[in-house]
């Protein structure tokens, strides 16, 4: 479940990292690790194309509000 902040912010810690879960942090861990704050910004505009074009996650993909979430927080500065 993902909890807005107080603030409406959305944050990597309070928001995005929950989407990702551990079957896609293991199925991404050659290239990056979607649990580090750092490596999901340094790839998110790619991340935000996979998800869009369905091919990540692998198993199933995301619905729409979920990359709309990630999009928002790519486009509010990539909060921490």
């Excluded at 409406?8 to 079957?23: C, H, N, P, V």
Aim: one cysteine or more; a negative charge.
């Amino acid at each position: 479940m993902v909890v807005p902040e107080p603030n409406g912010a959305i944050s990597f810690e309070g928001q995005i990292k929950g989407l990702f879960r551990d079957k896609d942090r293991s199925a991404m861990e050659f290239a990056f690790d979607l649990w580090s704050l750092d490596d999901v910004r340094q790839n998110a505009p790619a991340i935000l194309e996979r998800l869009r074009d369905e091919s990540m996650p692998c198993d199933e993909p995301w619905p729409a509000d979920r990359i709309d979430l990630f999009e928002s927080w790519i486009n509010a500065g990539m909060r921490a």
